[in-house]
């Protein structure tokens, strides 16, 4: 099945204390995206990759990194997690096929409270 | 990126066409528009894209003016189960880079 999958799905932190947030799409797609959503803030963009050892900064890339070592992972690192960083995030996946617009896959969320 | 402008909210009755538009006046020649739906605590998942004109599917259509400035979203005979955030997005083609903005969104609620 076509999916896109991350882990955990809910984490409770504290602040400083580093975590990864993992995402993993079995599409071969070549673009991945993390994206944060809040009330009434709808979905902002953190970071995103075009392909492997490719990424670039989002709308809200403060206090996170990402890495693409492999195509099929694109994991979240927050280094020192604050308040502020509780979220709820979607990562997503599609082709990078030129002239048409693909459409994005979204992987089932993780809520992170940062205490 | 295009700038999109939805309503913040819309009410409908079970059974019948819901209408969501769209505005997004400084559309570029090469964007898309595209459709999502979200539900609570799941990602969105894509409904319809159009380029111009209409585009049709088993779930909805999309309606868009010669002059792409805006685009309506068109969901026959809604049920429950259509309560959900509906967004608009309008960028370029896939090749670019990062292109899609995702708004606020419409929460759109279907009562019985």
């Known amino acids: 099945e076509a999916q896109v999958t991350q882990n955990p799905r809910y984490l409770i932190t504290v602040t400083g204390k580093k975590l990864t947030v993992t995402c993993s799409q079995n599409?071969?797609?070549?673009?991945m995206s993390w994206y944060r959503q809040d009330p009434g803030l709808g979905l902002r963009q953190i970071y995103y990759s075009m392909n492997v050892e490719v990424t670039d900064k989002g709308d809200v890339p403060e206090g996170y990194k990402v890495s693409r070592k492999e195509k099929r992972n694109f994991p979240l690192i927050l280094e020192s997690p604050s308040p502020n960083q509780t979220s709820l995030y979607f990562c997503a996946s599609r082709k990078n096929l030129q002239g048409v617009q693909e459409t994005q896959y979204f992987g089932p969320g993780t809520r992170l409270l940062v205490l | 990126l295009a700038k999109t402008t939805q309503p913040i909210s819309m009410d409908s009755y079970e059974g019948q066409e819901v209408n969501i538009t769209c505005s997004h006046n400084?559309?570029?020649?090469?964007?898309?528009i595209t459709w999502y739906q979200q539900f609570p605590s799941q990602g969105p998942r894509f409904i319809i894209q159009g380029y111009k004109t209409k585009v049709t599917n088993e779930v909805a259509s999309l309606f868009i003016p010669a002059d792409r400035k805006s685009s309506t979203l068109s969901l026959p005979r809604v049920s429950l189960s259509d309560t959900a955030v509906y967004y608009c997005l309008v960028g370029a083609p896939s090749g670019s880079a990062r292109q899609l903005t995702f708004g606020s969104g419409t929460q759109l609620t279907v009562l019985p």
């Open positions: 599409m071969n797609h070549e673009y």
């Open positions: 400084n559309i570029a020649t090469n964007d898309y």
